[in-house]
C-alpha cells in the first residue's frame, strides 16, 4: 500500500467509532487486493504476495472480532471463512481472477457498514486523541490536504 495511503487510513483510524473502524479495514483489504490486481500485471510477484498476504491478515483480524452473542456473526464468519480461502489460493497459486468474489462480498458488506456507520453516535474508540478536522502534510516535492469530520464518512477537502 501507498504512504499516503498509509498515513489516510492512520488518521481515519484515530477518530474513527467501532462501526467505522470495520469500514475502514473493508477499504484496507479492498485496496491491498487492487494493488495485488495492479502488481500482477506488471509482473511483480513479490508485491501482489505482500499485498494479498495484508489483505489476509485483516480478514483474520474481522474473524477474531466477531462478537458470536450476535446471530449475525456466525453469517459473517463464513463469509470471512470464503474471502480467507480465496486470498490464499489467489496468493499461491497467483490465480488474481479468484479475487473477484471477494472483491463482491466486501463491496457489499462495506456499502451495508457504511450506512450503519452513519447511524453510529458512539464516538472515537481511541481516547485522549486531538480531533483531527484538516490537516497539511509534506512529501517529497508536494503538499498534502486531508479532512476528517467524525460525523461524515466523506474524506478529502471541502470547499
Given at each position: 500500500m501507498?504512504?499516503?495511503?498509509?498515513?489516510?487510513?492512520?488518521?481515519?483510524?484515530?477518530?474513527?467509532?467501532?462501526?467505522?473502524?470495520?469500514?475502514?479495514?473493508?477499504?484496507?483489504?479492498?485496496?491491498?487486493?487492487?494493488?495485488?490486481?495492479?502488481?500482477?500485471?506488471?509482473?511483480?510477484?513479490?508485491?501482489?504476495e505482500?499485498?494479498?498476504?495484508?489483505?489476509?491478515?485483516?480478514?483474520?483480524?474481522?474473524?477474531?472480532?466477531?462478537?458470536?452473542?450476535?446471530?449475525?456473526?456466525?453469517?459473517l464468519?463464513?463469509?470471512?471463512?470464503?474471502?480467507?480461502?480465496?486470498?490464499?489460493?489467489?496468493?499461491?497459486?497467483?490465480?488474481?481472477?479468484?479475487?473477484?468474489?471477494?472483491?463482491?462480498?466486501?463491496?457489499?458488506?462495506?456499502?451495508?457498514?457504511?450506512?450503519?456507520?452513519?447511524?453510529?453516535?458512539?464516538?472515537?474508540?481511541?481516547?485522549?486523541?486531538?480531533q483531527?478536522?484538516?490537516?497539511?502534510?509534506?512529501?517529497?516535492?508536494?503538499?498534502?490536504?486531508?479532512?476528517?469530520?467524525?460525523?461524515?464518512?466523506?474524506?478529502g477537502?471541502?470547499?
Amino acid at each position: 500500500m501507498k504512504k499516503e495511503m498509509i498515513q489516510d487510513f492512520s488518521m481515519r483510524v484515530t477518530q474513527a467509532s467501532r462501526s467505522e473502524l470495520i469500514v475502514i479495514m473493508y477499504e484496507i483489504i479492498l485496496k491491498d487486493m487492487e494493488y495485488a490486481r495492479e502488481a500482477f500485471a506488471e509482473e511483480d510477484f513479490v508485491t501482489y504476495e505482500k499485498e494479498l498476504t495484508q489483505a489476509g491478515r485483516f480478514v483474520n483480524e474481522l474473524m477474531a472480532s466477531l462478537d458470536y452473542s450476535i446471530g449475525l456473526s456466525y453469517q459473517l464468519m463464513s463469509l470471512y471463512i470464503f474471502a480467507n480461502k480465496e486470498l490464499t489460493a489467489a496468493r499461491v497459486q497467483r490465480q488474481p481472477e479468484r479475487l473477484d468474489g471477494v472483491t463482491e462480498v466486501f463491496e457489499k458488506l462495506l456499502a451495508g457498514y457504511q450506512k450503519v456507520s452513519e447511524e453510529d453516535t458512539s464516538g472515537p474508540v481511541m481516547k485522549n486523541t486531538q480531533q483531527v478536522y484538516a490537516g497539511l502534510t509534506y512529501g517529497r516535492g508536494t503538499l498534502n490536504e486531508m479532512y476528517v469530520n467524525g460525523n461524515e464518512a466523506r474524506r478529502g477537502f471541502m470547499a
